[in-house]
């Protein structure tokens, strides 16, 4: 008896803040119907009414700052493909990612350990870096930042967003 290829997706980790965002399966799945797309993962047509999802929060573990949708590569790159992080993929100024990375970094030796490193003010940091990711990405992308501490800014924050919007944008 032969053994077949499964075309069951791969199991996945956790649904934070929501939906899938980690798997352990490459997107240069072999028979792939869109070079790196496993067969199983439809091909999406993005646009300004269908936006490709970026959520912006950090992780324990993690060094980099964006998640987007399992298997599906960035409608826009800067000609990167199959980079370390969607921060290197994305068509954003070199300023925004090395901010956007050290944003991560802080996170990931908080979590670690080291306590040294000033986290007072890391939600309103990320709050506006989100922010500035989606002036920059324009609307083929919808960004959505998590708060990770919820300290005292969060409701000024809050308003901030009431009162200058930004299309595409939301947090949670």
């Known amino acids: 008896m032969g053994r077949g290829r499964s075309?069951?997706?791969p199991p996945y980790l956790g649904d934070y803040p929501d939906g899938a965002y980690w798997s352990a399966v490459r997107g240069d799945?072999?028979?792939?119907?869109?070079?790196g797309r496993p067969p199983w993962v439809?091909?999406?047509e993005r646009s300004v009414a269908n936006p490709y999802?970026?959520?912006?929060?950090?992780?324990?573990?993690?060094?980099?700052?964006?998640?987007g949708p399992v298997?599906?590569?960035p409608p826009t790159t800067n000609g990167l493909?199959?980079?370390?992080?969607?921060?290197?993929?994305?068509?954003?100024?070199?300023?925004?990612?090395?901010?956007?990375?050290?944003w991560a970094q802080d996170y990931f030796r908080y979590d670690g350990g080291d306590r040294s490193v000033p986290m007072d003010d890391f939600d309103e940091r990320g709050f506006f870096l989100?922010?500035?990711?989606?002036?920059?990405?324009?609307?083929?992308?919808?960004?959505r930042y998590s708060f990770n501490f919820a300290g005292p800014h969060?409701?000024?924050?809050?308003?901030?967003?009431?009162n200058d919007p930004v299309p595409g944008w939301r947090c949670r």
């Open 53 to 67: 999802p970026l959520r912006m929060f950090a992780e324990t573990g993690c060094d980099f700052a964006l998640w």
């Open 29 to 35: 799945a072999e028979g792939a119907e869109t070079p």
């Open 42 to 44: 439809a091909a999406v």
């Open 154 to 162: 969060r409701e000024a924050l809050l308003e901030v967003a009431k």
């Open 71 to 73: 298997d599906e590569p």
């Open 130 to 143: 989100s922010r500035e990711l989606q002036r920059e990405l324009g609307d083929l992308y919808s960004v």
């Open 7 to 9: 075309k069951k997706p």
């Open 81 to 102: 493909r199959h980079a370390n992080s969607l921060e290197a993929e994305l068509p954003i100024s070199v300023s925004l990612r090395d901010r956007l990375l050290a």
